[in-house]
């Protein structure tokens, strides 16, 4: 059996799709799942699947200070949030990334970041992978390219 004694995620975006499966998985293989929500109770009301054991925090990922204190004993932060009512990401999506990495830099945590398809642009298909050209096509794309861009982030960042 594999020692799972520090293993310990933060999720952001636990009752979102993306987040709710990771987060459902983290806890089929023996890790602590620490989860930030605004209303707590109410996320705990919402989770529906069979897996328990998530502690569910107060907290929003807007607010810098939050995320860093939730994120204290974490190995892993699974960065699966979007903002409220999935509006407002010229103004959103940034800065709760960078409140996650700031997170990540305090704790030594890894940060899992989703990918999306936002961010390409026709020229990257059929076959796209890695290296391949992020010219999106919208604004969301736009902002999934400054966001997720883990090329512009440190080396070695995370590992």
Known sequence: MTDTSEKTALVLGATGGIGGEVTAELLRRGWKVNA???DPQAAAARWRRP?????????????????????????????AVNPPGYRD???LVLPMLENTIAAARASGA????????????????????ED?????????????????CARSWPRGFGR
């Open 36 to 38: 930030l929500a605004r």
């Open 51 to 79: 897996e328990r054991g998530i502690h569910w925090l107060k907290g929003d990922a807007m607010e810098a200070d939050t995320v860093v204190a939730a994120a204290k004993r974490a190995t892993l932060i699974v960065h």
């Open 89 to 91: 990401w010229d103004k």
């Open 110 to 129: 890894r940060i899992l970041l989703p990918g999306t398809v936002y961010n390409f642009g026709p020229d990257a298909f059929a076959d796209p992978d």
């Open 132 to 148: 391949a050209p992020q010219n999106p096509i919208s604004r969301k794309g736009a902002i999934r390219v400054a966001a997720g």
